[in-house]
């Protein structure tokens, strides 16, 4: 299939998840954008045109990133509450780049890249729910005095610039493969594109309050992902890239349901301390 053709189907999925998230609330954006929207197609050329065991090293090196990503949120949230979108940017992409390459000796060890990402998604959860560390508890969006932030409707940023960004990520990342390794290609291809349109569009619209629900929501589909990809990693050499696959998606929705529902009753009793403040 020509680059081209790839890189506008990813595009066009990238979009959709977009789309939908743009009626959602910003826990729901967060979570799509933690969910391997990019990745997947990306995963997909790359095993068509250099076989599945250069797929499989990629999915640890995509893996291994999901670790980086909370603390690209986080470095996002922090900054935020003194500095403006584009400061807040610039900081949080050099904490994501030396996380990635701090974690550069997992590429060969999936099930610690799994552990490294669920720690890492486990305490900045932790950290936006705990009171007085990043602004409001998780779900509760408001701003000054209590009031309402602006609409989530529009939270999810330009969704066609995003897109197309996506599908050049993806195109490039199967370009590429070949010069930058296995691992540097799952890295690429698990880059916060997404998240990082959608923490700005927040921080320039909503303020800082904004932000502690949607990355909320990211960790959650961030850990989906690294759940994902450590089982493809598992299952493909053995069961082929297509079967890999559907196991793989089962693994990851499994695992954000339940994070999910830990997430809920952890935030139950924020919300009864928010409603019985004065």
Request: charged fraction near 10%; proline fraction near 6%.
């Amino acid at each position: 299939m020509d680059w081209t053709y790839k890189a506008v189907l990813t595009a066009m999925t990238v979009a959709a998840v977009l789309m939908v998230a743009r009626l959602m609330g910003r826990r729901a954006a967060g979570l799509l954008a933690g969910l391997p929207v990019i990745t997947v197609p990306a995963l997909l050329w790359v095993a068509q045109e250099q076989g599945v065991d250069f797929a499989v090293h990629s999915a640890v090196g995509s893996a291994a990133a999901c670790a980086m990503a909370p603390w690209f949120a986080a470095s996002f949230v922090l900054l935020a509450r003194r500095f403006g979108a584009a400061t807040s940017l610039a900081g949080a992409v050099l904490t994501a780049w030396l996380a990635v390459s701090l974690l550069q000796g997992l590429q060969a060890r999936p099930g610690l890249a799994l552990v490294a990402a669920a720690l890492s998604c486990l305490f900045v959860l932790w950290w936006l729910g705990s009171p007085g560390r990043a602004g409001p508890a998780p779900g509760i969006d408001a701003g000054a005095g209590g009031l309402p932030t602006r609409s989530p409707s529009a939270m999810a940023g330009e969704p066609w610039v995003t897109a197309a960004l996506a599908g050049v990520v993806s195109a490039t990342v199967a370009l590429m493969a070949l010069r930058v390794g296995p691992y540097w290609s799952g890295v690429l291809s698990t880059l916060p594109l997404i998240s990082a349109c959608a923490l700005v569009h927040l921080r320039r619209t909503g303020g800082p309050v904004a932000l502690p629900g949607f990355v909320s929501g990211y960790g959650v589909g961030v850990l989906a992902k690294a759940l994902f990809l450590c089982s493809f990693a598992w299952a493909a050499p053995h069961w082929g890239v297509a079967p890999a696959l559907v196991l793989a998606a089962m693994a990851g929705s499994t695992g954000a349901l339940m994070l999910a529902r830990w997430q809920r009753r952890n935030r139950t009793p924020a919300k009864r301390v928010a409603a019985s403040a004065p």
